[in-house]
């Protein structure tokens, strides 16, 4: 009796490492066991031998088209690939074709399909008759979040399973096998190994083609001379994809917490990504507004201000100007306010239609507007005794809303002062309207009280 052929037993050298070290069984793939392990969803599928149309969503180099494979292999069907960049309706037809012939003598199908968001919706459609009868198991991968990028119809007939970026523990083993595999170590010291991981950024692909460049260096490697040697796998990061949303949500979620740590952390990650920085700038002056608001009006001059700056001075030294104002409204007092009140009267403007200002704040440039009443009784609030005059200026007929509720953070704390002083006042001044036409003219209350 042989041995089983091992994890590392091939022939040909000038496949690529990635190739040669691909795991011969789901046991073998690291960083998944989430996934794969016995007792996790795709464990008991295959324990149980009867798959369901999947969609694999992940990272690239974390495994998904090796999982397909191992599926396909693990469950006895017959595997038959598909790049959605390459292949269009009459690949399709073919692949389709050939799996009816297939399931005719017993044999199934599992259609892998890379990339498989690219395909457009007319397209995605056509899988739904052949998943629905069984014709095929459909094993999905995309790198894109599927809520956005495919069919409701064919997500509701398929699980979407999520693949972990392959944490240092799970590249190390990568490293490990690389290193049984040629029979010798990388000529790699401490620091400069975990450099290598670093560097991988949570890809297994990129790793392993790392260490093929790595295996032809002279010993020893250090840091300095890996860098030399080794190009570091750009960060992850589409600008018009989930990775844009996403870091830009982390920035805006860390500023409201704020998290100026955090924040400046994200924006270097989407700055690194290569996200336009006037795109950034936009943002959080919609952040000044939207989250601070009256709680410092000053903010939104800081994030203006920032613009500005980088307008003028381009990358990289404006980019500071814009960390300067993320730093500044991280640690600003907030306050939705502006926002909360805003949406309640837009609300009731829709509501209310077409009601008309009350006449004494209208003005009268015509005799006939004069006649009509418009301005009269308009009382100049800074000629007040208190520069406030408490009259109306809801339209006639709409009880008089709050919409605008200031926290006490920042200086909305003196605008939440000076609002209930005026609420106080109009309350005062509305209970002598009657007696009085004017009340801020205390000769003239004198006089009628004595009248």
Known sequence: MTDAPSLFDVDDESRPLADRLRPRTLADVVGQDHLLAADAPIG???????????????????????????????TDLAFAPLSATFSGVADLRKVFQAATQRREIGQGTLLFVDEIHRFNRAQQ?????????????????????PSFELNGALLSRSQVFVLKRLDDAALDTLINRAEDLAGTPLPLDPDARQALIAMADGDGRYLLNMIEQVQTLPSPVD???LAAAVQKRAPLYDKSQEGHYNLISALHKSMRGSDPDAALYWLSRMLLGGEDPLFIARRITRFANEDIGM?????????????????????????????????????????IGVYRSFNKAWAAAKRTGSLM????????PTRLMKNLGYGQGYQYDP????????????????????????????????????????????SNLAATSDADTNPTDTSHRKDSSND
């Open 125 to 145: 459609d056509s899988f739904l008759p052949y998943v629905e009868d069984g014709t095929i198991v459909l094993v999905g991968a995309t790198t894109e979040n």
């Open 295 to 335: 709680a410092d009006p000053n903010a939104v001059q800081q994030a203006l201000a920032a613009w500005d700056v980088y307008e003028r001075l381009g990358s990289p030294e404006g980019e500071i100007a814009i960390a300067q104002a993320v730093l500044y409204l991280s640690t600003a007092p907030k306050s």
């Open 357 to 364: 200002p009350p006449a004494h704040i209208l003005n009268a």
């Open 383 to 426: 000629d007040t005794d208190t520069g406030f005059s408490g009259a109306n200026y809801f339209p006639d007929g709409l009880p008089r809303e709050t919409f605008y509720e200031p926290t006490t953070n920042g200086y909305e704390r003196a605008i939440d002062e000076r609002l209930r002083h005026w609420a106080h006042l109009r």
């Open 223 to 225: 840091t300095t001379a």
């Open 44 to 74: 008991r599928m295959v324990t149980g031998q009867r798959l369901v149309s999947m969609v694999l969503w992940g990272p690239p180099g974390c495994g998904k088209t090796t999982i397909a494979r191992l599926l396909a292999e693990q």
